[in-house]
């Protein structure tokens, strides 16, 4: 027997070696969860950019959403959102006689500027890749497992490419996690 074991005092293998608990939590103990938790949250911490704007019908527009000098940025899903304020359209889907608030002919182009990568095979629909906008609760986050680099701008093009004066409105957020620098 030890001197710590005949005191009663068991040895902790990781509290004197915190690296033995690696990646896998241990739940024996919540202090070593939390201590590990602490450990991981000094690295990384989770974070939410966002980008709005509106675009009036037949226009073309670009909003760049600015990752900051300070850290890098893993993301993890990205979700949005499109609302129009005036002439609200009849249409079948998802139910005949419902209103189209947004998605009639918008439509998104990301790039990742500090890398000059087009992140989507040019314009696609928005309701393709964010909520539908309906306000029924059918929604779905996208996964954007994607590491963007400080002081980047991921640029979304955003497309109305209704003909009339029909102003949409938007909103993408991108969640994730900021990483701190390497020391």
């Known amino acids: 027997m ?5 005191r009663g005092n068991l040895v902790d293998p990781y ?12 739940f024996d103990n919540i202090e070593h969860t939390i201590d590990r938790e602490r450990a991981l949250q000094s690295r990384r911490w989770n974070y939410t950019y966002v980008v709005s704007g509106s675009v ?5 527009i ?7 000098q300070g850290t890098d940025f893993k993301g993890k899903v990205m979700m949005g959102r499109a609302y129009s304020y005036t002439d609200a359209a009849t249409t079948s889907f998802p ?11 918008l439509m998104v182009n990301i790039t990742d ?5 087009s992140l989507t095979s040019g314009f696609v629909p928005f309701e393709c890749m964010m909520s539908p906008g309906y306000g029924i609760g059918l929604y779905q986050p996208l996964q954007w497992p994607y590491f963007l680099y400080r002081n980047s701008k991921l640029r979304f ?3 109305n490419t209704d003909n009339s004066t029909r102003t949409h409105s938007f909103s993408i957020l991108l969640n994730g996690f900021k990483l701190s620098p390497a020391n």
Request: negative net charge; glycine residues 12%; hydrophobic residues 30%.
């Open 113 to 117: 500027s500090n890398a000059g990568r």
């Open 157 to 159: 093009d955003i497309r």
């Open 56 to 60: 009036v019908g037949g226009q073309t």
């Open 95 to 105: 139910w005949p006689g419902a209103t189209d608030f947004a998605m009639s002919g």
């Open 62 to 68: 670009a909003y760049d959403m600015n990752i900051e």
């Open 2 to 6: 030890n001197e710590r074991q005949y």
């Open 15 to 26: 509290r004197e070696n915190p690296a033995a608990l690696g990646d896998d939590p241990s």
